[in-house]
């Protein structure tokens, strides 16, 4: 008879407190613009989905093709910057509040 996940102790695992960035836990390139920009995708699918915002009325509203604003909401973010981000954001209405220094922290 098989043993569970949990009945089975011969295979130790590590367990280790996040930073608060799984793209810098995991070792991932430029994890802090990744970290910003899943953040900001998430908003946007936020705003979306409290609107009930179907891909074509978000992508009349914030001037992009529904093809992105599908690769936004699959969290395809290889073809975004910050900055296209934030646009897509403030054109449906949502805050962006940007800190830098050691306020940002």
């Known amino acids: ?4 996940a949990a009945e089975d102790k011969s295979e ?4 280790f407190e996040g930073s ?3 793209f810098a836990d995991f070792g991932i390139p430029d994890p802090e613009m990744r970290l910003a920009r899943a953040r900001l995708a ?3 699918i936020r705003i979306m989905n409290e609107r009930q915002l179907t ?12 093809a992105d604003i599908s ?3 699959n969290a395809d ?6 900055d296209r981000l934030m646009r897509v954001l403030t054109r449906l209405n949502g805050k962006v509040k940007v800190l830098v220094g050691d306020e940002a922290a």
Do not use: C, D, Y
């Not at 008879?1 to 569970?4: A, L, P």
């Not at 992508?59 to 529904?66: D, Q, R, V, W, Y």
């Open 1 to 4: 008879m098989k043993k569970s």
């Open 12 to 15: 130790p695992f590590e367990v």
């Open 20 to 22: 608060g960035n799984a």
């Open 42 to 44: 998430g908003e946007i």
């Open 55 to 66: 891909v074509r009325a978000a992508a009349e509203l914030t001037g992009i093709t529904p």
């Open 71 to 73: 690769r936004i909401r």
């Open 77 to 82: 973010l290889s073809r975004f910057t910050i």
